[in-house]
């Protein structure tokens, strides 16, 4: 059995490689009668595509979305959803040296290992290309959750982070790196050149603020709201660790540090029962279920692992070899992580609102 599906409720489905003819996904679940048209997905796909300036690859993909089902004089059907985005500047011959070996720090050894087979041809299934299939898929959801805004942004990259008190949100569109602190973003531009020089690549820290989900959507136990976003996020290319909230830091608190004190609403706040929380180390979830404050959470991205430094292997019949990986690959993967971060945060939350209508009512 293969998994190439996520979600419950909203469910999605991935299909294609990275340098076969087309790749997209398959959206079920969706409530009918949304408003829905190429138009609404392609600005989402185009914050994550590949090309936009010298800090990422430089394959050229327009990653133009067609909508092959589900929606009908604009509006969805509440059928499945087919979405396409044909590949157009595939170069497998890049990857001929690949084919023979494997690639430390890609899945080419465990690919062989599972299915005694692979495609070699940018990692197909797993490369970061099949995000772009996620980024179509959660334009999609975000229609069922118009209430909530989504945001992510690095907060560090080759282990540079943002100073906090230079945070400006209207910087995250400004710079090629989604980096909220224009000083950061411009240190940023040496580390990442400097690595493509060196024929190497660095690391990335994504944060991702949800605001506006309501108290009550997750569950206590086997569909927590804060486990089914970690699983969504440690299904992205790259991401080696998630934190929510606080983190790993929280191990280092007092439980009366830790904790996220409450007080009533005064009634010029207009009381209507709700707490006002002084603190969000828990990232807006509790027990599993959200508590109305942002939901908050980092992923790690490791460095790209193509790379033209020559690193020792073996080939596919265990003798010793080097490689280096020809082609076109993003010096921080991270960079482009951002979007992707965005769309698995939107598609948990869509599935997550739909179980709640589903229990609660």
Sequence with gaps: MSFNSFGRVFRFTTWGESHGPAIGAVVDGCPPGLELAEADIQPWLDKRRPGTSRFTTQRQ???????????????????????????????SKDYSEVALAYRPGHADYAYDAKYGFRDYRGGGRSSARETASRVAAAAVARLAIPEIRIRAYLVELGGDAID?????????????????????ATRWEAIVDDARKAGSSVGAVVECVAEGV????????????????AAAMMSINAVKGVEIGDGFAAARLTGETNADPMRPRQESEGNDGKPVFL??????????????????????????????????????????????????????????????????MALVLADQKLLHRAQIG
């Design 61 to 91: 993909e327009p990653d133009q979305v067609r909508i092959l089902s589900g929606v009908f004089e604009g509006r969805t059907t509440g059928t499945p959803i087919s979405l396409m985005i044909e590949n157009v500047d595939q170069r």
């Design 164 to 184: 906090r008190a230079g945070f400006d949100d209207a910087a995250i569109d400004e710079n090629p790196f989604f980096c909220p602190d224009r000083a950061a």
């Design 214 to 229: 309501p108290a009550g959507w997750g569950a206590p136990l086997y569909a927590k709201l804060d486990s089914e976003l």
């Design 279 to 344: 603190a969000n180390h828990a990232g807006g979830i509790a027990g599993g279920i959200a508590t109305g404050q942002p939901i908050v959470l980092r992923v790690a991205l490791k460095p790209t692992s193509s790379i033209l430094t020559h690193v020792e292997t073996i080939d596919r019949e265990g003798n010793a070899a080097e490689i280096r990986t020809k082609g076109r690959h993003d010096p921080c993967v991270g960079i482009r992580a951002a979007p992707v971060v965005e769309a698995m």
